[in-house]
């Protein structure tokens, strides 16, 4: 199993800056990718960004320019930096594992950003 704690979400003025961090713990042993997701009421969950263990990154389109991936693998931390930010990047961000064969999930931490 692996235990995922998020953290930094939090009420933001448009325009500013977050950042999100991830904490790996538990049977971390062969962890290979990591990212972050998000969620609005009444859509599905989507990909935001994502890192290999070998450091390549995928990028939403709506976020490229803004948001930066990145892991720190002795922490087992993955860190989402969120500059530029917009009304419509509020939402609930959930961090993801995949330790294959499975796939852990973090429990969320909301993003509001105000206009």
């Known amino acids: 199993q692996v235990q995922l704690v998020e953290s930094g979400g939090g009420l933001v003025q448009a325009g500013g800056s977050l950042r999100l961090s991830c904490a790996a713990s538990?049977?971390?042993?062969?962890?290979?990718?990591m990212g972050w997701y998000r969620q609005t009421p009444g859509k599905q969950r989507e990909l935001v960004a994502n890192?290999?263990?070998?450091?390549?990154?995928n990028y939403a389109n709506s976020v490229k320019g803004r948001f930066t991936i990145s892991r720190d693998n002795g922490k087992n931390t993955v860190y989402l930096q969120m500059n530029s930010l917009k009304p419509e990047d509020t939402a609930v961000y959930y961090c993801?594992?995949?330790?294959?064969?499975?796939?852990?999930w973090g429990q969320g931490t909301q993003v509001t950003v105000s206009s």
């Open positions: 538990g049977s971390i042993a062969g962890i290979n990718a």
């Open positions: 890192i290999a263990s070998g450091g390549t990154t």
């Open positions: 993801k594992v995949v330790r294959a064969p499975l796939n852990y």
